[in-house]
């Protein structure tokens, strides 16, 4: 249930799809072995016919077997220390560690220092813009961060990643202020949301499992405000994997709903929130040979974690001064950590960011712990927010979260729904088209610079987690002005006008008084 109590409002209008223009492409190839690659628009570089880009990539790996690095990583439990003795291999399906905390993936950190920051810098950057399997991703251009061990044969990948980091040039200069302010578009991707970055990793490793160590696994599974539901179940359908989704009735989005019905997955709406389908699903996977693909399996958070990679690279290995997340469930925040201290342990860069989380006011845990000094946490029950996806009580995530946020400098802020729906609407006039989610982290940034926290030439960047599209609900009912006890000030509805010149010249000359 959404906080207003419209119809659908007739604002807007389909229209009809007119066909498609295909246009003639030149192949690009791109050696993808340890060292970094020169590219070639030459067509002599093309495989055989008959060989897929699969193929190629798995004969030119058996030619070097060794993959240039001897790198690895297991699962830790999170916080341990480098010689706790607790840990598990990425084969082994587990979620929690021995005392029921969180797991971490953790990396051979030597045998990655064996090379210097700048190999890295360079390996990386040579992979981008290209389509040499799997590198061709966002994700899998960073492999060796990411899962080091997986064979190339055994990854499911949609080509995610290499999302659009633009200069919000007018809403910073309009509305902040502000000259060095970015927006990381995660959310236009694959399936319209930052989760395709974690979900690549996570059924890739599924796959491997499934097929190549034959493990009796019947499907993977997810609790989800909607997003995360889309990932899987497009990820799984691509592997042909059967996707189970457990979803809040009527607490999501209809693009969102419909998305995992279109992929061909299980789809049961049950009738409670989100932390009661993730009650469930815990449940569930602990009885049944269903794998858990929420944020809870840490190994979602390593392709998360690529977002934070891409934007110190599309900096030119610059660091940004901000980067601000909206947080529900909370993995995303300590991803963008984890990549940012990544790329500082390993030289890449010499300081991480200061991260800032920000929650909406109806469903605000992590908020409300940081203003109480970090002492005595407790989960809620969040109410209705048109931010639906971070519409979370109790969030599995909350120590990562705290950890990421204390380690950063960071900051935990807040917005309403008005503030929320207003800084959407205004980022939309500024030429976006941000879903609520984004809108709370711009109503975050608005008051840390109203507060004078962030300054005027401060780099900041903020992360719009999902594609407005899937949440036009929202914004009809705010330019319908139909929200119970909301201004909704930037609303921007259609004018009637009755079909004729004199009317429309009339509405026209009223409407642009002034302008000329
Ligand atoms: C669109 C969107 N934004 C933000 C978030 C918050 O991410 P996290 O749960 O990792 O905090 C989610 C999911 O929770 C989401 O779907
Ligand atoms: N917004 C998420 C909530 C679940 O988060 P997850 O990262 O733990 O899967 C969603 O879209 O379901």
Same mark, same amino acid.
């Given at each position: 249930?959404?906080?207003?109590?419209? !119809?659908? +409002?007739?604002?807007?209008?389909?229209?009809?799809?007119?066909?498609? $223009?295909?246009?003639?492409?030149?192949?690009?190839?791109?050696?993808?072995? $340890?060292?970094?690659?020169?590219?070639?628009?030459?067509?002599?570089?093309?495989?055989?016919?008959? =060989?897929?880009?699969?193929?190629?990539?798995?004969?030119?790996?058996?030619?070097?077997?060794?993959? &240039?690095?001897?790198?690895?990583?297991? %699962?830790?439990?999170?916080?341990?220390? =480098?010689? &706790?003795?607790?840990?598990?291999?990425?084969?082994?399906?587990?979620?929690?560690?021995?005392? &029921?905390?969180?797991?971490?993936?953790?990396?051979?950190? $030597?045998?990655?220092?064996?090379?210097?920051?700048?190999?890295?810098?360079?390996?990386? *950057?040579?992979?981008?813009?290209?389509?040499?399997? +799997? %590198?061709?991703?966002?994700v899998?251009?960073?492999? =060796?961060?990411v899962?080091?061990?997986?064979?190339?044969?055994?990854?499911? $990948?949609?080509?995610?990643?290499?999302?659009?980091?633009?200069?919000? #040039?007018?809403?910073?200069?309009?509305?902040?202020?502000?000259?060095?302010?970015?927006?990381?578009?995660?959310?236009?991707?694959?399936?319209?949301?930052?989760?395709?970055l974690g979900m690549t990793v996570?059924?890739?490793?599924?796959?491997? /499992?499934?097929?190549?160590?034959?493990?009796?696994?019947?499907?993977?599974?997810?609790?989800?405000?909607?997003?995360?539901?889309?990932?899987?179940?497009?990820?799984?359908?691509?592997?042909?994997?059967?996707?189970?989704?457990?979803?809040?009735?009527?607490?999501?989005?209809?693009?969102?709903?419909?998305? !995992?019905?279109?992929?061909?997955?299980?789809?049961?709406?049950?009738?409670?929130?989100?932390?009661?389908?993730?009650?469930?699903?815990?449940?569930?996977?602990? #009885?049944?040979?269903?794998?858990?693909?929420?944020?809870?399996?840490? /190994?979602r /958070?390593e392709g998360q974690?690529t977002?934070?990679?891409?934007?110190?690279?599309?900096? *030119?290995?610059?660091?940004?001064?901000?980067?601000?997340?909206?947080?529900?469930?909370?993995?995303?925040? %300590?991803?963008?950590?984890?990549?940012?201290?990544?790329?500082?342990? /390993?030289?890449?860069?010499?300081?991480?960011?200061?991260?800032?989380?920000?929650?909406?006011?109806?469903?605000?845990?992590?908020?409300?712990?940081?203003?109480?000094?970090?002492?005595?946490?407790?989960?809620?029950?969040?109410?209705?927010?048109?931010?639906?996806?971070?519409?979370?009580?109790?969030?599995?995530?909350?120590?990562?979260?705290?950890?990421?946020?204390?380690?950063?400098?960071?900051?935990? =802020?807040?917005?309403? #729904?008005?503030?929320?729906?207003?800084?959407?609407?205004?980022?939309?006039?500024?030429?976006?088209?941000?879903?609520?989610?984004? @809108?709370?982290?711009?109503?975050?940034?608005?008051?840390?610079?109203?507060?004078?926290?962030?300054?005027?030439?401060?780099?900041?960047?903020?992360?719009?987690?999902?594609? &407005?599209?899937?949440?036009?609900?929202?914004?009809?009912?705010?330019?319908?002005? #139909?929200?119970?006890?909301?201004?909704?000030? %930037?609303?921007?509805? +259609?004018?009637?006008?009755?079909?004729?010149? @004199?009317?429309?010249?009339?509405?026209?000359?009223?409407?642009?008084?002034?302008?000329?």
């Amino acid at each position: 249930m959404y906080p207003s109590s419209s !119809p659908t +409002p007739r604002l807007f209008k389909a229209n009809p799809i007119r066909g498609s $223009s295909r246009k003639p492409f030149t192949r690009i190839s791109c050696s993808s072995d $340890s060292s970094p690659a020169k590219a070639t628009t030459s067509s002599k570089n093309r495989r055989p016919a008959e =060989e897929n880009i699969r193929e190629e990539a798995a004969r030119r790996d058996h030619a070097n077997p060794s993959n &240039g690095h001897g790198l690895s990583a297991w %699962y830790v439990p999170f916080g341990a220390q =480098e010689d &706790g003795e607790e840990r598990y291999s990425l084969d082994e399906i587990v979620y929690r560690s021995q005392s &029921g905390g969180l797991l971490d993936v953790r990396h051979d950190l $030597s045998a990655l220092k064996k090379f210097p920051g700048s190999y890295w810098r360079s390996l990386f *950057d040579s992979r981008v813009g290209h389509t040499t399997w +799997p %590198y061709g991703s966002g994700v899998w251009s960073k492999k =060796e961060w990411v899962l080091p061990e997986i064979d190339g044969e055994d990854i499911v $990948s949609l080509f995610e990643g290499n999302s659009n980091l633009f200069w919000a #040039e007018r809403f910073g200069k309009d509305y902040l202020g502000m000259n060095d302010l970015w927006v990381k578009h995660c959310g236009i991707s694959h399936t319209g949301s930052f989760k395709d970055l974690g979900m690549t990793v996570l059924v890739s490793q599924v796959n491997r /499992l499934r097929r190549r160590l034959k493990r009796p696994i019947v499907g993977v599974g997810c609790a989800s405000t909607g997003d995360t539901s889309a990932a899987l179940s497009a990820y799984c359908a691509a592997a042909r994997i059967p996707a189970i989704v457990f979803l809040p009735a009527d607490r999501i989005s209809v693009a969102q709903l419909v998305q !995992p019905i279109a992929n061909g997955a299980t789809v049961l709406s049950l009738d409670t929130d989100f932390d009661g389908c993730m009650r469930l699903i815990r449940e569930v996977t602990a #009885e049944f040979p269903i794998y858990l693909a929420n944020s809870l399996n840490s /190994l979602r /958070l390593e392709g998360q974690k690529t977002a934070a990679i891409e934007i110190l690279q599309q900096f *030119d290995w610059e660091v940004p001064d901000w980067v601000v997340v909206p947080g529900g469930n909370l993995g995303n925040i %300590y991803a963008f950590y984890k990549g940012f201290e990544m790329c500082r342990d /390993l030289g890449l860069v010499d300081r991480v960011p200061r991260l800032v989380c920000a929650q909406a006011a109806n469903a605000n845990p992590l908020y409300l712990y940081y203003k109480a000094g970090w002492t005595g946490f407790q989960p809620i029950t969040a109410s209705p927010t048109f931010a639906s996806a971070i519409q979370i009580g109790d969030p599995v995530s909350i120590d990562r979260a705290v950890f990421a946020i204390r380690s950063t400098d960071g900051i935990v =802020e807040e917005a309403t #729904e008005e503030e929320l729906m207003d800084a959407m609407a205004q980022a939309d006039r500024t030429g976006m088209f941000a879903c609520p989610h984004t @809108g709370v982290a711009l109503a975050a940034l608005i008051k840390l610079r109203d507060s004078g926290v962030i300054g005027p030439h401060d780099r900041t960047v903020v992360v719009s987690t999902a594609h &407005g599209l899937k949440f036009t609900q929202a914004k009809v009912d705010y330019h319908s002005k #139909e929200i119970v006890d909301m201004t909704c000030r %930037y609303a921007n509805p +259609p004018v009637n006008v009755k079909a004729d010149f @004199g009317s429309v010249m009339d509405t026209l000359k009223k409407k642009l008084a002034g302008m000329l």
